[in-house]
């Protein structure tokens, strides 16, 4: 029988970190093997305190090492990205976990290897079932630091990814932050893991390291690639290819040499300005959820932060964040930005990000729920409270505008600026120094809202459009199930109907328009965006430079007829081909690169 184990083979995974990479393999597949069981054998009551002196020594080194790694990352990245283990340190630093370690040691004369692996083992399956997947990944995060203490009381050596001897491309289960922090990126060509999802910190430090990065990569790969087989790993679209042909290798060699000179190019045109070829401006703004992102908002150039999503803020903490702790998030933000516009979505928490710190627990339809809005203003008023005096406190330093999310109706509007003439007037009466005249606006996300748009208008100071929220809620689809995602099209005639309608009533009552949903990442759909008239898109850091480049190839009009076109198709895939032949007649180059998922 013909031998098939050096035939190329092609394995689906989520693009995690830009990039492509050609080089050998390096395969882990027990990497985190110091996150095992020990043995429940008990201790004998005289060797109580001896354990417990052990469980805390390991704890001051494993808090020394997270503290070095922490200074290590600011050192050769920044001081956002060294942020990420703020939350590492405030596990080992969680006095009702350690107590509880503490107690079984002593209640139950187990060791504390055994009874640290069972606490923290309770607290990682917890938030493995719930079903935000930004919460899931936080128990990554917990694994990590989980893994530290173990190797600590065994004395056992995690295996060390930083002195590589030759250029590889590492292959594994999984790579904690910290693994991920400590790559040497001379040798580290790329990675492919089997864990993780593209906004885990893992995904996020690859993006900063400039790591290409596969993540979500299936088991199969463990069995049928061997260390040393030559693999393409391509982080723009997810894809690792194992023993490529000839072909398939020169292919991607060019691949990679013409998408380095493109993003190259993308950076160097990052401060020109976002205007068609006939004079028309469309401000390209951020989406973001920590400062970290700023960074590589810069550097693609971007106008302001149109969507800063605070949910992750309470979601990354062990309690939830104080005024004080929010004040100087939202103070570092303002003043990062130095003046550019700063959009700050309140909380939206419910749904798909369940979060039982403040409140948000599991409903038969969390989605038509108690979420957002409706859970601040008629169940944690304590915590929105909170949320808006840190809010209106930073305002000073800076052009921080509040955003209040899944609006449906008037009267909820009105209600939260009620509550917010409270919170400025209590911080009136405390004499305390805030930006009273702060913008407010309205996430556009239900039908409802944008059905009575006209009016909302007349309410707020701008509108931001939530795609992601809107196709759903017309299309009657859960976004994140699969077996109807084949009715989730952001090119539906009915969304670019609905778009269109809250673009005219916004400007007719002459307010500002964005739209933040991930269509604005998406150059597919840039013609028909620019051609609906809206003022802004606010969009992932790294989709800045295609979409300055679509606009800046563009001419209104053409735009305009495109949309005009679109609207009056039957289907999803009408209105988008009228979309690409445009894209392709200007920029053929991102038309390409859209097209493979960029």
């Not at 103070?331 to 990062?336: C, I, W």
């Not at 032949?581 to 097209?595: D, F, G, W």
Request: with cysteine.
């Amino acid at each position: 029988m013909a031998d098939t184990s050096t035939k190329e083979k092609v394995y689906h995974g989520i693009a995690a970190s830009p990039g492509i990479a050609i080089g050998r393999v390096l395969l882990i597949k027990e990497h985190n093997t110091s996150f095992t069981e020990s043995s429940d054998e008990p201790i004998k009551p005289e060797q109580v305190d001896a354990e417990v002196q052990r469980f805390n020594i390991a704890l001051d080194k494993t808090r020394e090492e997270l503290l070095d790694l922490q200074r290590r990352i600011q050192k050769d990245l920044d001081t956002r990205d060294a942020s990420i283990f703020d939350a590492h340190l405030l596990i080992v630093d969680d006095q009702m976990l350690l107590n509880e370690v503490e107690d079984m040691v002593k209640s139950q004369h187990k060791s504390a290897d055994y009874a640290f692996y069972k606490v923290i083992g309770r607290y990682i399956a917890a938030i493995s079932v719930m079903p935000d997947k930004y919460i899931k990944e936080r128990a990554a995060d917990i694994k990590d630091v989980a893994s530290r203490v173990l190797a600590n009381l065994r004395n056992t050596n995690r295996p060390a990814l930083d002195h590589l001897r030759e250029q590889q491309v590492v292959i594994a289960r999984d790579l904690t932050p910290s693994d991920t922090a400590l790559l040497d990126r001379d040798k580290v060509q790329a990675f492919a893991i089997e864990s993780g999802s593209n906004t885990s910190h893992t995904a996020i430090l690859a993006r900063s390291m400039q790591i290409p990065a596969v993540v979500g990569i299936p088991a199969d790969v463990f069995k049928e690639v061997k260390n040393n087989d030559e693999v393409i790993v391509d982080g723009f679209i997810g894809t690792v290819i194992a023993n490529p042909t000839e072909k398939t290798r020169e292919i991607y060699q060019l691949k990679a040499e013409e998408e380095g000179r493109f993003y190259i190019d993308l950076i160097r045109e990052s401060r020109l300005r976002p205007e068609t070829v006939d004079g028309f401006t469309v401000q390209l703004a951020s989406n973001i959820e920590s400062i970290s992102d700023v960074q590589a908002a810069k550097k693609f150039g971007t106008s302001g932060v149109g969507l800063f999503r605070t949910e992750y803020m309470y979601m990354n903490s062990q309690h939830l964040p104080s005024e004080e702790e929010q004040f100087a998030s939202y103070k570092k933000l303002a003043l990062e930005m130095n003046g550019e516009p700063v959009v700050v979505r309140t909380l939206d928490v419910g749904g798909d990000k369940l979060d039982q710190k403040v409140g948000a627990y599991a409903e038969q339809n969390p989605f038509l729920g108690l979420r957002a809005i409706r859970l601040c203003l008629h169940e944690r008023r304590d915590i929105f409270r909170t949320q808006l005096r840190a809010l209106l406190r930073a305002g000073k330093f800076g052009n921080l505008k509040i955003m209040f999310p899944m609006i449906s109706c008037v009267e909820e509007v009105m209600e939260a600026h009620e509550f917010l003439q409270e919170v400025k007037e209590e911080l009136l009466s405390e004499k305390a120094e805030f930006a009273a005249d702060i913008d407010t606006g309205i996430m556009i996300e239900t039908p409802a809202a944008a059905l009575m748009a006209d009016q909302l208008a007349q309410l707020v100071d701008f509108f931001s459009i939530g795609t992601n929220d809107l196709i759903q809620y017309t299309m009657a689809i859960d976004r994140s199930n699969e077996r109807v995602a084949y009715l989730y099209h952001p090119s539906h005639p009915v969304i670019l109907k609905q778009i269109k309608h809250v673009v005219n009533a916004a400007k007719r009552n002459r307010i500002w328009v964005s739209l933040c949903g991930q269509m604005a990442s998406n150059p597919k759909y840039t013609p028909l965006l620019v051609g609906l008239g809206l003022h802004e898109l606010s969009m992932s850091p790294i989709s800045l430079g295609a979409v300055r480049r679509i606009i800046r190839k563009l001419r209104m009009h053409d735009a305009e007829l495109a949309v005009n076109e679109a609207i009056k198709c039957s289907t999803a895939e009408e209105a988008l081909e009228i979309s690409l032949n445009l894209l392709r007649k200007i920029s053929p180059e991102v038309t390409n690169l859209a097209l493979r998922g960029l």
